[in-house]
Structures are given as C-alpha cells and as structure tokens.
C-alpha cells in the first residue's frame, strides 16, 4: 500500500535540492568559482553530489575537511561567504526540475492541495530558482534553511507548516531526497516519501528506512 494516500492529504511539503530540482552542476560552478577566488584547490561534481543537501554551512565544512583535513574557523566563514556571493547571485543557470516534478505540482494545483517547498538552502536563492524555472506559482510558501535558527532534520520547519496553513500530522505529506527529510519527517509524525534519484550525502537512501521510495512522483498519481 502507498504510503501516499493523497486524497486524504491537504499539505504536501517539498524538499527543493535533490527532490524538485538537479542543482548540483550550479552548486559545482559555483563552490569552484569560490576556491579560485580562495586560492585552493578545485573539487569535482561528483564530490559535490556527496556533499550537498545539509545547508550551505555544512557544504563548505565538508570541501575545507577534503582539501585542508582541517576545519579552519577563519577560513570556513570567507568560504561560506564568497560562495554566497558568487552562487545566490546566479543560483539557476544549468538547474533544472527533475522528470515527473511538474506533472506532480499540476496535479496538486488541480487537487486543491497547499504545496510548500522545505528547504536547508538559504531562502533567497530557493525563491530564485523556483522563479527562474516558473515553478514559484504551485507553492505557498518557501521556507528557506535560514528562516529559523534550527533547519532539517530538526521538526521544526515542517511542524511550522502544519500550524501555520492549518493542517494536522495525519493529513500532512513530505516528500524528501534525504535523510535529512526522513528524519525531520519521523520526529514531526509526518508520513515521507522519498525519490531514488536524490543526493542523499553519497549514502543508500534505503539505509535510513524510508517508508516509501519511488523513483518518481508520477507513480503516486497512477
């Protein structure tokens, strides 16, 4: 039995990096663009899909740790900050919705469902891409990883939603990459689902026990 149970959903909530969208190449232009400015050495897209997903904080932790097998604290903030710079200014060049996505958010405009987009990425670039690619008009609202002082796996994000559009637990949906998302989802008593095709930190996403894969969205609506 799908674990989706869409006709008695009223809330769906998206992760945006991984699950709507491919961002990585960007992400790679844009951390590489940020060590040249730096004076380090470059990494690789492939790298880079391991390492994505836990807020951009953490992403530059992780490109410091490979390069220098340290965690410089001066270092890792002029990382953090360039790359800000360099990647919200043009967040969306190669990004692009995965197969499936849109027909899925038709759908939910269709149905009447509320759809919010939960992302660990700062707020800004989030609304930029779903602008860029015209994805902006199915959700309710964005909520970026710095809009509150905790962000997934933390509850809280999730747990605002619901209060916040007047939903509850049961009628609530999150659909996810990670498990960032399915750990956030188990501590708010959210039902998840989560896409096969996501970046989920290098790691198998059937590791942290999902109670749902598909490889796309467009199965939950056969």
């Not at 992780?62 to 270092?75: C, N, R």
């Not at 990382?79 to 692009?96: G, Q, S």
Request: hydrophobic residues 40%; proline residues 4%.
């Amino acid at each position: 039995m799908s674990i989706a149970q869409l006709e008695q959903r009223d809330l769906i909530l998206f992760d945006l990096d991984g699950t709507l969208v491919d961002s990585a190449f960007d992400l790679y232009r844009a951390m590489n663009m940020s060590l040249n400015v730096l004076a380090l050495p470059l990494v690789t897209e492939i790298q880079v899909r391991t390492w994505i997903g836990k807020g951009t904080s953490l992403f530059c932790e992780s490109v410091l740790k490979h390069l220098t097998g340290t965690l410089d604290v001066k270092q890792h903030q002029l990382l953090l900050a360039t790359f800000l710079e360099i990647y919200n200014a043009e967040p969306c060049v190669d990004t692009k919705p995965f197969h499936g996505i849109m027909e899925f958010l038709e759908w939910g405009v269709a149905q009447q469902k509320t759809m919010i987009c939960v992302t660990n990425k700062p707020e800004l670039p989030a609304r930029k891409i779903l602008a860029e690619l015209n994805m902006m008009h199915y959700f309710a609202d964005v909520v970026g990883g710095d809009r509150f002082e905790v962000r997934k796996p933390d509850p809280k994000p999730l747990l605002h939603c619901v209060k916040a559009f007047q939903s509850s637990l049961e009628k609530t949906l999150m659909v996810g990459d990670s498990s960032n998302d399915v750990e956030a989802a188990r501590r708010a008593g959210i039902d998840c689902i989560v896409v096969s095709y996501g970046y989920n930190h290098g790691e198998d996403i059937k590791l942290c026990q999902p109670q749902q894969i598909v490889d796309d969205l467009r199965e939950l609506l056969a």
